[in-house]
T-cell receptor
């Protein structure tokens, strides 16, 4: 089944404790992206990757890091989480071909930083 | 970053009624996408539109790519309780993979 998976689905952590949220897709997509979703603010892009070893900042990159060492994986790293990073996070991917810019989303990771 | 203007913000309707929602922008987009999100889940793609004026259906859902390329519309006919959720529009400009999202329309269907 074609899908985007994220782990963990739920995470409660404390301020300053480094964490990684994994994202994997099995559709051989080149483009991958991370979003955060907050009430009243909608979906905001954190980082994106056009291909392996190619990443760039989205609209709200502060406090986050990403890496793209393999095509299928795009982990999101919070080196020193803070309470304002409490949010619902989504990973998404798309093929990036001229006739298909459809992004497919993972199930989400709900992060709480205390 | 820019966001699309999506309206209405919320709708309360009776089962069986038709629903219309739209997204507008001051910028031109090359692609419009419509998603549905259930509580606690990720957005699920409903319809993708690639050409101005295009009208595409997916079951009871019909979406249109506005002729000006600055807007898009989603209609749901004969609503049922499982249509409840938040519907998002997303637009993509030419030369970019980046999607710009609306803030969503929350749909409630009363049985």
């Amino acid at each position: 089944e074609a899908q985007v998976t994220q782990n963990p689905r739920y995470l409660i952590t404390v301020t300053g404790k480094k964490l990684t949220v994994t994202c994997s897709q099995n559709m051989n997509h080149e483009y991958m992206s991370w979003y955060r979703q907050d009430p009243g603010l909608g979906l905001r892009q954190i980082y994106y990757s056009m291909n392996v070893e190619v990443t760039d900042k989205g609209d709200v990159p502060e406090g986050y890091k990403v890496s793209r060492k393999e095509k299928r994986n795009f982990p999101l790293i919070l080196e020193s989480p803070s309470p304002n990073q409490t949010s619902l996070y989504f990973c998404a991917s798309s093929s990036g071909t001229a006739d298909s810019y459809e992004q497919y989303f993972g199930p989400g990771t709900r992060l709480t930083v205390t | 970053g820019q966001q699309l203007n999506q309206s209405p913000q919320s709708m309360f309707i009776q089962e069986g009624e038709d629903v219309s929602m739209n997204c507008t922008s001051s910028s031109i987009f090359n692609t419009w996408l419509w998603y549905k999100q259930d509580p606690g889940e990720g957005p699920v793609l409903l319809i993708a539109l690639y050409k101005a004026g295009e009208l595409t259906s997916n079951g009871r859902l019909t979406a249109q790519f506005g002729i000006t390329r600055k807007d898009s519309f989603l209609n749901i006919s004969a609503s049922i309780p499982s249509d409840v959720g938040i519907y998002f529009c997303a637009g993509r400009r030419g030369g970019s993979e980046k999607l710009v999202f609306g803030k969503g329309t929350k749909l409630t269907v009363n049985p």
